[in-house]
């Protein structure tokens, strides 16, 4: 089964900069230091981490790096499964 890469790069990025926004929105509300200890305590692990105070030009820049970053990784990772599925 082939795949359209272009499909996949869009997926992937839009998931990766969603998953960010939500992080940036939890920057933003001041509640992100109480879910990243959280989620340190769920696996038994000391919070080494202090979350900084909120700037709009950092979380843009975050979400639209790991935005393009997930665009790429789908995009390579769509070749490669049509690659490895060529005579499937």
Do not use: S
């Amino acid at each position: 089964m082939r795949i359209r890469p272009l499909k996949l790069a869009f997926a992937l990025g839009l998931l990766l900069a969603l998953w960010h926004v939500c992080w940036a929105a939890l920057v933003y509300a001041g509640l992100a230091q109480r879910v990243m200890n959280f989620i340190f305590w769920m696996h038994f692990i000391a919070p080494p981490y202090h979350v900084e105070a909120y700037d709009p030009g950092r979380a843009g820049l975050l979400v639209g790096m790991t935005g393009a970053f997930g665009w790429l990784v789908g995009l390579v990772a769509g070749h490669i499964w049509n690659l490895l599925h060529r005579g499937a």
